[in-house]
């Protein structure tokens, strides 16, 4: 949407958050509406990976209220917003993937498909809708501000079956010890000892959690179930193209 957009080397020009915006009467100015999930970009061509259920999320807003999906990219410029273009999902896991408008933004973050077991430490950063909402609260028809926000644990198991519930999409999961709430879907799971290295290894992606009984947990689409998967839209698999970053 903007030629002259310059990307920075800020975590914010690389973890995304998915929101269902708005066009003033002149369809020249955006007003974000609601916050649904996080994306990460992938490759250098502009896509990014999500949960599946955040792009079902996100299409079911405009098709029932109207408007465009956007993606805001935050730094030293200000709140630079792009519009989704496509998406894909994955047909047995609870991934997608988006293309935004906008090529050439790089990343340094890689999928790595080599599994971890249990006891292995984990960072995470996303976008919980309580914190974009937060303002809102405090000030009448304040805008929508997701802040990026920090998450650290560790797998407590792998889970190599179906789950219970049917909320969960997949046979390949990493059971986490920390949450991220509603709006924390789709963030990348990061292994913590790539953390400062040139590339960093995404091992999952946050599809959501579980409470009730015992402690509440997280649960994480492993990308070793997922590497090979290769979407039409992007021509190559994710693998393949989240090794062209940097």
Same mark, same amino acid.
């Given at each position: 949407?903007?030629q002259n957009f310059v990307q920075e080397s800020n975590l914010s020009d690389i973890i995304l958050p998915l929101i269902w915006a708005e066009y003033d009467t002149d369809k020249k100015n955006l007003t974000p509406i609601e916050l649904i999930g996080?994306?990460?970009? %992938? +490759?250098?061509?502009?896509?990014?990976? /999500? !949960?599946?259920?955040?792009?079902?999320?996100?299409?079911? =807003?405009?098709? &029932?209220?109207?408007?465009?999906?956007?993606?805001?990219?935050?730094?030293?410029?200000?709140?630079?917003?792009?519009?989704?273009?496509?998406?894909?999902?994955?047909?047995?896991?609870?991934?997608?993937?988006?293309?935004?408008?906008?090529?050439?933004?790089?990343?340094?973050?890689?999928?790595?498909?080599?599994?971890?077991?249990?006891?292995?430490?984990? %960072? +995470?950063?996303?976008?919980?809708?309580? /914190? !974009?909402?937060?303002?809102?609260?405090?000030?009448?028809? =304040?805008?929508? &501000?997701?802040?990026?926000?920090?998450?650290?644990?560790?797998?407590?198991?792998?889970?190599?079956?179906?789950?219970?519930?049917?909320?969960?999409?997949?046979?390949?999961?990493?059971?986490?010890?920390?949450?991220?709430?509603?709006?924390?879907?789709?963030?990348?799971?990061?292994?913590?000892?790539?953390?400062?290295?040139?590339?960093?290894?995404?091992?999952?992606?946050?599809?959501?959690?579980?409470?009730?009984?015992?402690?509440?947990?997280?649960?994480?689409?492993?990308?070793?179930?997922?590497?090979?998967?290769?979407?039409?839209?992007l021509g190559c698999t994710i693998k393949e193209e989240s090794l062209k970053c940097g």
């Amino acid at each position: 949407m903007s030629q002259n957009f310059v990307q920075e080397s800020n975590l914010s020009d690389i973890i995304l958050p998915l929101i269902w915006a708005e066009y003033d009467t002149d369809k020249k100015n955006l007003t974000p509406i609601e916050l649904i999930g996080t994306g990460f970009l %992938i +490759g250098n061509r502009g896509f990014a990976l /999500t !949960a599946g259920h955040v792009i079902d999320q996100l299409k079911e =807003a405009v098709e &029932r209220k109207g408007g465009v999906l956007i993606t805001h990219i935050f730094n030293n410029q200000g709140v630079q917003p792009f519009l989704i273009k496509d998406s894909a999902k994955h047909p047995d896991a609870d991934v997608g993937i988006i293309k935004i408008d906008q090529d050439n933004l790089k990343t340094w973050l890689r999928l790595s498909d080599f599994p971890h077991n249990a006891s292995a430490p984990y %960072i +995470g950063w996303g976008y919980p809708k309580e /914190t !974009a909402e937060e303002l809102s609260l405090i000030k009448e028809n =304040a805008k929508l &501000r997701p802040d990026l926000i920090y998450t650290e644990g560790y797998i407590r198991r792998t889970i190599n079956t179906h789950l219970p519930s049917s909320l969960f999409v997949g046979t390949k999961f990493y059971e986490v010890s920390d949450l991220g709430g509603p709006g924390y879907s789709g963030s990348p799971i990061i292994f913590e000892k790539s953390i400062g290295a040139k590339f960093w290894d995404v091992i999952g992606i946050y599809i959501g959690e579980k409470e009730g009984r015992g402690a509440p947990v997280g649960y994480v689409v492993r990308i070793d179930a997922v590497s090979n998967w290769a979407p039409e839209l992007l021509g190559c698999t994710i693998k393949e193209e989240s090794l062209k970053c940097g």
